[in-house]
């Protein structure tokens, strides 16, 4: 193969002759040059595409992370709510044991029981085999053991309460008992039982006791012997005594500027329990007066009225 190169400038030429290994080579280098870039091209591109890939990968998994931390933290959150409404419960039953301890000492003194029959100071006394292959160990079984462990023990205080209430009753301390008479030394009755119109709404509504009004500051009495139940603050009653007399029968006391008296108290007919008031939904100086009877709301006026025992 003859190759002949001109010179324009000069006007001369030059010929060259390629031989066939030449011409290999120039092929070679002709075809080859072109298909190289086509290759490189083509690598180059599958390297972006593998590492868009890699990157949406590292993407996704980041999201995924994320997504994952947030669902752990909403498990956190929702563990710890659990957590403050089991100590909540355990403070609960905690202040319940408290009360019934202290009223079942008061009433075992009361009743002049032989020491040790009646220990509220103790934990009940229990036990049993064991229980084949169901063996649990009960020290690792944390809060909610705790608060089981209470249940228990609140449940025997309230077999041995009731036992001792039988006990007193049988005694015959139903004459300190009698429930009569009013809960004020003087004052007047603003608001009977029934119905009525409400003093807030103005609608008609059921008022499940007796309002007697009377000066502030004044003693509220109680209209029979017992034991103190609840003493504190409820909704609509605001500052209110309750007082267990015996045989179903209890008496609450609201509105009242001052509780003179704790739980467990033993308190005898005509003691001084409160000063009236007008706190929580009250429009005065006043003192809601209620009697329940196995546990249903009855009319006060029964035993305000009588004023001896028949």
């Excluded at 993407?59 to 992370?65: F, G, I, S, T, V």
Aim: glycine fraction near 12%; aromatic fraction near 6%; charge should be negative.
């Amino acid at each position: 193969m003859k190759v002949i190169v001109i010179n324009r400038k000069h006007g001369g030429s030059r010929s060259f002759e390629l031989g066939r290994w030449s011409r290999a080579l120039l092929s070679l280098c002709c075809l080859g040059l072109p298909l190289g870039m086509v290759a490189v091209g083509y690598l180059a591109g599958m390297e972006r595409e593998a590492s868009s890939l890699r990157g949406q990968s590292v993407d996704a998994m980041a999201d995924e992370l994320a997504q994952q931390s947030e669902d752990l933290d909403a498990l956190k959150d929702e563990a710890e709510l659990k957590l403050q409404a089991l100590t909540h419960s355990l403070a609960e039953l905690q202040a319940r044991m408290t009360r019934l301890d202290a009223l079942g000492e008061h009433l075992t003194a009361m009743a002049e029981l032989e020491e040790g029959e009646f220990d509220f100071s103790q934990p009940p006394a229990v036990g049993g085999p064991l229980g084949g292959e169901f063996n649990v160990d009960y020290t690792s079984t944390g809060l909610s053991g705790d608060i089981d462990g209470f249940s228990r023990r609140l449940s025997d205080r309230e077999q041995q309460l009731a036992i001792l209430e039988s006990l007193l009753s049988n005694r015959k301390l139903e004459d300190e008992a009698w429930l009569s008479g009013r809960p004020i030394e003087k004052g007047w009755i603003s608001s009977y039982y029934g119905k009525r119109n409400d003093p807030f709404t103005g609608r008609p509504a059921f008022h499940h006791g007796i309002d007697f009004a009377g000066k502030a500051g004044s003693n509220v009495l109680a209209v029979a012997g017992g034991v103190v139940t609840w003493v504190g603050e409820r909704s609509g009653y605001g500052n209110m005594v309750e007082i267990s007399h015996g045989d179903g029968l209890v008496s609450r006391y609201g509105h009242n500027e001052e509780n003179l008296v704790e739980p467990g108290d033993v308190v005898r007919k005509g003691e001084p329990i409160a000063l009236m008031g007008s706190s929580g939904r009250s429009t005065g100086a006043h003192v809601h007066f209620e009697v329940y009877k196995h546990g249903r709301s009855v009319d006060p006026s029964s035993y305000v009225r009588r004023n001896r025992r028949r």
